[in-house]
């Protein structure tokens, strides 16, 4: 069974940075895309980064240069480094599994505070 847990969220002040980690077991992690997708109160989840196999990378357009994903295969981790943060990138951060969202991590909560 293929599980995501992700850690590293938090409060953090408008301008600082934090980088989330979402660690994949029960599968063959470096055959496949993975992502990170956002969702803030009353709002639609929506797409953060995505890295591929071969590791190019893909952004929503608000985030301007100042996230940036990455994957470790022999850790089986994916990596969002997130910095200039605002308080519009307040949302509970979701990792997530294949280029069709097979699975995803629990949310973890990022607060971002003017």
């Known amino acids: 069974q293929v599980q995501l847990v992700e850690s590293g969220g938090g409060l953090v002040q408008a301008g600082g940075s934090l980088k989330l980690s979402c660690a994949i077991s029960g599968t063959a992690f470096s055959a496949y895309v993975m992502g990170w997708y956002r969702q803030a109160p009353g709002k639609e989840r929506e797409l953060v980064a995505v890295?591929?196999?071969?590791?190019?990378?893909t952004y929503g357009d608000f985030v301007k240069g100042r996230f940036m994903i990455s994957r470790d295969n022999a850790k089986n981790t994916v990596y969002l480094q997130m910095n200039s943060l605002l308080p519009e990138d307040t949302a509970i951060y979701f990792c997530?599994?294949?280029?069709?969202?097979?699975?995803w991590g629990q949310g973890i909560q990022v607060t971002v505070s003017s």
């Open positions: 890295i591929e196999v071969g590791d190019s990378t």
């Open positions: 997530a599994f294949g280029s069709s969202v097979t699975y």
